[in-house]
C-alpha cells in the first residue's frame, strides 16, 4: 500500500483527505451521478465513484438505514479477489465461513426413507483463484462497503427513507435526467424532492422503480416452485452440519445446508410443494414451524432441534430477465441503467445472485467515471448492457438447470421418471460448472474494450475477455512476494502490464511508452502523475537480487506528486517458488504485453513490440 505520496499524513492511510463539507442532510439538486438503491449492485458502484473527488455522487434507499439482517450470504472467489481492489478483502476473509468441501447425499439404499452420504469433494478447483469461496452476511459485506465510501474524499453516505417516484429526461438540460422521490422518515408526512442527474442506475431490486420507469420488463419463466430458507442456532447430529451439504431424500423433498460464519449459524434452504400455474407462495401461508418440519422430515434419520431462528422466510424459483440493461434508443447514448435485480432475477442455489450484481456494478462504475472524467466518450457506456445482459443470459440458464436438478426426486432403478435426478449425475454436475459459481468463467467476447485474441498464444493462461488471473511474484525494491493481480485497484486506471522475454530487455518498449505517440503520454492530462490514466508494470525472469534499479528505463521508475517522487512499486520478478510464467503459460522467449481493463478483465495479449496495436487500442477507448 503506498501513500505519503503528496506529504506525510497521519492516521489511517485508507482514509482520504476530505475534499468537501460533511454529508449534506438532503440529497443535493444537482449530481453526476445517482444510484437508486442500497444492495450489493448500489454500494459496489457507490464505493467505486467515492474514489474520484471531481465526481459528485448520491445514493438513495427506501429503507430507514442499513441493513442489518442479510439475504444473500455466498460469496464467490471471484467477488473476493475485486473485494481486494476495494481493500477489504482481508476483513471477510477473517470473518467469513470458509467453503472447502461439499458432501452429497440420497436416499439409503438399504432404508429409502433415510438419508446416507453417497459424495464428498472439493469445493474449489485447485488453482482457479488466490482467494476461497466464503459464506458472510450481505449485511457485512454492506457495512464494509459503506466504510470505502465514507473513507472516500467525499465522504459519501446514503441518503435514506428516499423512495423513488418518477423520472424523465431531457437531453437538451446540462443534468438530462430529473428524478423526483419521496421523503418520509418515521412515518412523517411524505416531503417531495427533486434531483437533476447526469447518470441515474437502478439497484433497486426485482420491483424496480426504475426499470418501469425506462419501460424495460423482466420477461422469463413463471415461478413454479416454493422454498424455504431459516438462518438458525441448531443441534443435531447430523454430521455434516458444518460442511456444505446436498441432501435428495427420497420422497420428502430436498435441503442445501450452507454453514454460516461464527462456527454455530447455518443456513438451510429446504424444498416445499410445487405451486400451480396460477399460485404464488404468499398464498400458502407457510409459518417457521411448518419449515422445521419439512427439513426434519427430509434429513431422517436425523435429528434437528432448532434453538434459535435469526431470520426466515420463503420464495418463489424463477428465472427472468431484461433484454436491455439501459434506456438506449435509436442509437441514443444511455443515460439510465438497471443492475442487479432490477436486470435479472433468479434462484439463490448457486449463490450468484449477490455476486453477479457486484459484477454488474464493477463492470458499469470505471466507465460512469471515464467518461464523466472526459477520458472516454459517451458511446463507451454502451458497453455495459452489451457485457453484462449476456452474462446475465448466461447465469438464467445455468440457474434454470441447476434448479431443475435441485428439486428433482432422486432417480432409483424402480423410478426413472422425467422428474428424477441421478445423485451421481448432480454431483458431476455440480463439479463442473464449479468454474461458473466460483465467478471466474465470465469471458466477455471481441468488442472495443476486448480484442480478437490473435496472440493469446503469448499467454495462454492470461485469457483475453477474461479476468486477470493472479499470480505470486517479488517486488523487487523492497523483495516483497506480493500477488501480481492485487496491484489491480479499482481506481478506473487501466493497466499495460508488460512480461519480459528471455532477453529481459524492455528498453524498446519503454522508449515507445514514453513517447509523445504513447497512449500513456497522449492520454494522462497535464500535471497529472504519468500513472494516472494507465499504470505500467513489468515483470522480469531474472531473479529479484540479479535486477539493478539503477539500470532500467525511468518510465518504470517514475517521479510522482508534489515533491516528485520514486515510486519503486513498478518492478517484479518471477517467485521462482510460483513462476508466474509458467502458472499463466507466458511465452518465455518472446514476452508480451498484457493490456488490463480497470475491471480487472484482460483487454488484450500483445507482442512486445506490437507498439502500434497498443496505440490503435487505447485510441478506440479513451480521448487525449
Known sequence: MQYHLNGFRAGSPDIAASIGPDHPAAPPAQVDVLIVGCGPAG????????????????????????????????????????????????????????????????????????????????????????????I???????????????????????????????????????????????????????????IHARYVIGCDGARSGVRRAIGRDLVGDAANQAWGVMDVLVETDFPDIRLKSVIHSAAQGSVLIIPREGGYLVRLYIELDKLNPDERVSQKNITAPQ????????????????????WWSVYEIGQRLCDQFDDAENGGDPRVFIAGDAGHTHSPKAGQGMNVSMGDAFNLGWKL???????????????????????????????????????????TAQDAGQDTVDPAEFQRYFQKQGRFTAGTSVHYGPSLLVG?????????????????HSAPVIRVADAKPVHLGHMLKADGRWRI????????????????????????????????????????????????????????????????????????????????????????????????IVIVRPDQYIADVLPLDAHSAVSEFFETVLTA
Request: aromatic share 8%; with cysteine.
Open 291 to 310: 419449515l422445521i418440519a419439512a427439513a426434519q422430515r427430509i434429513m431422517a434419520p436425523y435429528t434437528l432441534d432448532v434453538k434459535e431462528i435469526a
Open 452 to 468: 480478437d485474441a490473435q496472440h493469446q498464444n503469448l499467454a495462454k493462461g492470461l485469457v483475453v475477455g477474461m479476468r486477470f
Open 497 to 592: 502490464l508488460a512480461f519480459a522475454g528471455e532477453d529481459n530487455d524492455l528498453r524498446s518498449l519503454c522508449r515507445y511508452l514514453g513517447s509523445k505517440s504513447s497512449p500513456i503520454v497522449k492520454m494522462t492530462p497535464r500535471g497529472a502523475d504519468a500513472d494516472a490514466v494507465i499504470d505500467f508494470r513489468a515483470v522480469y525472469q531474472t531473479p529479484h537480487r540479479d535486477i539493478d534499479l539503477r539500470a532500467l528505463p525511468s518510465l518504470l521508475l517514475p517521479k510522482k506528486g508534489k515533491h516528485q517522487l520514486t515510486d519503486y512499486e513498478k518492478i517484479f520478478s518471477a517467485d521462482p517458488a510460483s513462476d508466474i510464467f509458467d502458472l499463466r503459460d507466458i511465452d518465455r522467449v518472446s514476452g508480451c
Open 369 to 411: 467515471a471515464a467518461v464523466l472524467r472526459g477520458q472516454s466518450a459517451p458511446s463507451l457506456l454502451h458497453s455495459y448492457s452489451a457485457e453484462r445482459q449476456a452474462i446475465a443470459q448466461e447465469l438464467i440458464d445455468f440457474d434454470r438447470a441447476f434448479a431443475k436438478m435441485f428439486s428433482a426426486r432422486p432417480k
Open 136 to 194: 458472510l452476511s450481505q449485511a457485512r459485506v454492506h457495512d464494509f462497503y459503506l466504510d470505502v465510501m465514507r473513507q472516500g474524499p467525499q465522504r459519501l453516505e446514503p441518503h435514506y427513507d428516499r423512495t423513488f417516484i418518477s423520472l424523465t429526461r431531457d437531453d437538451s438540460a446540462e443534468y438530462p435526467v430529473k428524478v423526483i422521490v419521496e421523503h418520509a422518515p418515521d412515518g412523517t408526512p411524505p416531503v417531495t424532492e427533486t
Open 43 to 134: 454500494l459496489t458502484l457507490a464505493a467505486q465513484l467515492s474514489a474520484f473527488g471531481d465526481i459528485s455522487t448520491c445514493i438513495i434507499d427506501q429503507k430507514s438505514g442499513p441493513l442489518q439482517m442479510g439475504q444473500a450470504d455466498g460469496i464467490a472467489c471471484r467477488s473476493v479477489e475485486m473485494f481486494e481492489a476495494f481493500g477489504f478483502s482481508e476483513r471477510v476473509l477473517r470473518e467469513a465461513y470458509w467453503v472447502n468441501e461439499t458432501t452429497f447425499w440420497k436416499p439409503d439404499p438399504a432404508r429409502p426413507d433415510h438419508i446416507a452420504r453417497s459424495g464428498r469433494i472439493q469445493d474449489t478447483e485447485d488453482g482457479l483463484s488466490e482467494m476461497a469461496h466464503v
